[in-house]
C-alpha cells in the first residue's frame, strides 16, 4: 500500500529565505507526482507536476524534484513571500491506478 | 474552461437528512474523482469513475452513500441518511488519459452536519 509522508508538518520562515519541503513515498512504482497548495478554506490548486521519467520542474519561484528510487520528493521555494503562507500537498499516482495518494501537507508560514 | 465547478460552496442539514453534492468536471476530461477530507484523515479518495462508469468505490464509507454520473459533464454524490460524521469538504477532481497532465481539483463543498 503506498503511502506518503510530508515533513515537517509546519513551518515557519522569516520572508526572504529560500525553503525546502519534504515528502517521501513508500512504492517507487509511481505514474506521476504534484505538488498541490491549499489555502484555508479553498480548493488544491496545481502548482507542478513531474512525470515519473523526469526528475524536476521549475515554475516561477517554484522547483520540484523527483527521486523515484529513494522514493522522495522536494518542492524548493526561492526569496519566500508571505503570500506563499498555504498549506502545500504532495500526491503520488501509482502506476497503473488512477487514484491520487495524499500525504498530510506542511503548513507553511512566511512571516514578514 | 471555468475549471471543476462544485455546488455547492457550504452545506448545512440536520442529522437523517438526504444531502446531494454536485460537480462539473472540465469539458474532455474522462476521469472524475470524488475526494473527502477531514483534520484526522487527510485527503481520501471515495469513488472514481472513466468515461461515466463507476471504476473503484471502495473508499465509500457506507451504503449511505452513492454516487452517479448521468453523464460526461456531470456527478453527483449523496449521503442518505446524513449523521455528524459525515461533516467534512467534499472534493471533485477530474483528470485526462490517465492523469497525464495532473489532476483539476474543484473549490469543495464544506458539509457540516448538526
Known amino acids: 500500500k503506498q503511502e506518503v509522508t510530508q515533513i515537517p508538518a509546519a513551518l515557519s520562515v522569516p520572508e526572504g529565505e529560500n525553503l525546502v519541503l519534504n515528502c517521501s513515498f513508500t512504492?517507487?512504482?509511481?505514474?506521476?507526482l504534484q505538488w498541490f497548495r491549499q489555502d484555508p478554506g479553498k480548493g488544491l490548486t496545481s502548482l507542478l507536476l513531474?512525470?515519473?521519467?523526469?526528475r524536476e520542474q521549475t515554475s516561477g519561484r517554484l522547483n520540484a524534484s523527483l527521486d523515484k528510487s529513494s522514493g522522495r520528493s522536494t518542492l524548493y521555494i526561492a526569496a519566500s513571500q508571505p503570500g506563499d503562507s498555504a498549506t502545500y500537498l504532495c500526491?503520488?499516482?501509482?502506476?497503473?491506478?488512477?487514484?491520487?495518494?495524499f500525504g498530510q501537507g506542511t503548513r507553511l508560514t512566511i512571516n514578514p | 474552461d471555468a475549471g471543476v465547478i462544485q455546488s455547492p460552496r457550504h452545506e448545512v442539514t440536520e442529522m437523517g437528512q438526504e444531502v446531494t453534492l454536485r460537480c462539473k468536471p472540465i469539458?474532455?476530461?474522462?476521469?472524475l474523482f470524488w475526494y473527502r477530507q477531514t483534520m484526522m484523515r487527510g485527503l481520501e479518495l471515495l469513488i472514481y469513475?472513466?468515461?461515466?462508469?463507476?471504476?473503484?468505490d471502495s473508499g465509500m464509507p457506507e451504503d449511505r452513500f452513492s454516487a452517479k454520473m448521468p453523464n460526461a459533464s456531470f456527478s453527483t454524490l449523496k449521503i442518505q441518511p446524513s449523521e455528524p460524521r459525515d461533516s467534512a469538504v467534499y472534493f471533485c477532481?477530474?483528470?485526462?488519459?490517465?492523469?497525464?497532465?495532473?489532476?483539476?481539483f474543484g473549490s469543495g463543498t464544506r458539509l457540516t452536519v448538526v
Open positions: 512504492d517507487s512504482a509511481i505514474y506521476n
Open positions: 513531474i512525470q515519473s521519467s523526469q
Open positions: 477532481a477530474s483528470s485526462f488519459y490517465r492523469g497525464l497532465y495532473g489532476y483539476t
Open positions: 500526491a503520488v499516482q501509482i502506476q497503473g491506478a488512477q487514484k491520487l495518494v
Open positions: 469513475f472513466n468515461n461515466n462508469v463507476p471504476i473503484d
Open positions: 469539458s474532455g476530461h474522462d476521469y
